[in-house]
């Protein structure tokens, strides 16, 4: 069974703020931290979802915040 991520994206000029949680109720937050380049996020998605996990992300910026998939 797959399992879904959620990820939180906090968005700086220079740097992104990630928090992760898997689906679960009792699951445990995770922060990371990552240069905000184009491959540098690439690389960060890839790790996440690597064993085939959905991904969910949320991002916040500084003039509001929403789904990625909008």
Request: charged share 20%; net charge positive.
């Amino acid at each position: 069974m797959d399992t879904t991520i959620f990820v939180g994206l906090d968005v700086h000029k220079k740097t992104i703020a990630v928090a992760t949680v898997e689906g679960g109720a009792a699951a445990d937050v995770r922060f990371y931290g990552t240069p905000n380049t184009p491959d540098a996020i690439r690389s960060m998605l890839r790790k996440l979802g690597k064993g085939g996990q959905q991904l969910h992300l949320d991002h916040h910026v500084r003039w509001g915040h929403g789904s990625l998939a909008e």
